[in-house]
Structures are given as structure tokens and as C-alpha cells.
């Protein structure tokens, strides 16, 4: 194992309520402390889609204690991977950073029924995004 240093991921939505939030819970439930994980939002809301927390608890995930963040220029910043989901112009851009636009369905004022497809489709793509770190960490 390489002591490269540690990856910094910032998963970013409107909200931080639902996808980013989902998100940050598989990848932090997926690669333990590998990873550095965070999440905010361009305008936060009040607490995470209860939906959310259900679908997420469904797949052995918790995400219940999260809280939606304020999206700082720090973040940004401190991050190697930025995910953006739906904030579009609201996301500062640096140089440096690889950044990945998920277009994702938006779980807001949805039940669990409709926000299991989303939760399903962001497990995949951090379980790739996973592998996509690891393989150039090693190389």
C-alpha cells in the first residue's frame, strides 16, 4: 500500500440534501477511511431528505446525523475530485481539480419508492469512481 495522500472528494448539489448527501454516505461506507469525503450545497437546506436517510438505511447505509453544508471556496479548494450534481453555474472552478458532472434525478419532495433508482444509480458510479481512484493511486 503506497502512503499516497490521502484523496480529497467533495460531492456538490443545490441543497445537500439528498444526492450529495447519498453519495458521500456510500463513499465514506465503501472506502472507510481512504477517502476524504465531503458534501455541501450552493443554497442548503433545513436537513437531509427523510427520504433519503430511509433509502440510504435500506442499503445498510446511515446517513441521519448528516447536515446540509454551505458550499465554501475552501472546500473547493482542499478537494482533489469535485462532483457536481445539478448546481451548475454555482460551483467555483480551480485548476487542479478533476470535476465530474452526475446528472442525477433530484430526490426532493419525493417518497423512497422514487429515490431507491437514484440511490442505486450514485452506488454505481461511487463504486466506479472508487476503482478510478484507486487504479491511479497505484499507478
Given at each position: 500500500m503506497s502512503s499516497a495522500p490521502l484523496v480529497s472528494v467533495l460531492f456538490v448539489c443545490v441543497h445537500n440534501a439528498g444526492r450529495s448527501q447519498m453519495a458521500a454516505g456510500f463513499l465514506q461506507h465503501l472506502a472507510g477511511d481512504r477517502i476524504e469525503v465531503r458534501s455541501a450545497g450552493s443554497v442548503p437546506g433545513d436537513q437531509v431528505n427523510p427520504a433519503a436517510v430511509e433509502a440510504m438505511a435500506e442499503a445498510g447505509v446511515d446517513i441521519s446525523t448528516a447536515r446540509p453544508k454551505i458550499l465554501t471556496t475552501e472546500a473547493v479548494q482542499a478537494s482533489d475530485y469535485v462532483i457536481t450534481m445539478g448546481?451548475?453555474?454555482?460551483?467555483?472552478?480551480?485548476?487542479?481539480?478533476?470535476?465530474?458532472?452526475?446528472?442525477?434525478?433530484?430526490?426532493?419532495?419525493?417518497?423512497?419508492?422514487?429515490?431507491?433508482?437514484?440511490?442505486?444509480?450514485?452506488?454505481?458510479?461511487?463504486?466506479?469512481?472508487?476503482?478510478?481512484?484507486?487504479?491511479?493511486?497505484?499507478?
Amino acid at each position: 500500500m503506497s502512503s499516497a495522500p490521502l484523496v480529497s472528494v467533495l460531492f456538490v448539489c443545490v441543497h445537500n440534501a439528498g444526492r450529495s448527501q447519498m453519495a458521500a454516505g456510500f463513499l465514506q461506507h465503501l472506502a472507510g477511511d481512504r477517502i476524504e469525503v465531503r458534501s455541501a450545497g450552493s443554497v442548503p437546506g433545513d436537513q437531509v431528505n427523510p427520504a433519503a436517510v430511509e433509502a440510504m438505511a435500506e442499503a445498510g447505509v446511515d446517513i441521519s446525523t448528516a447536515r446540509p453544508k454551505i458550499l465554501t471556496t475552501e472546500a473547493v479548494q482542499a478537494s482533489d475530485y469535485v462532483i457536481t450534481m445539478g448546481c451548475g453555474d454555482a460551483c467555483p472552478v480551480f485548476p487542479g481539480k478533476k470535476y465530474l458532472d452526475w446528472a442525477l434525478e433530484d430526490p426532493a419532495g419525493k417518497g423512497v419508492d422514487a429515490v431507491r433508482p437514484i440511490r442505486d444509480e450514485i452506488k454505481t458510479r461511487i463504486e466506479a469512481l472508487i476503482e478510478e481512484i484507486d487504479a491511479k493511486q497505484e499507478a
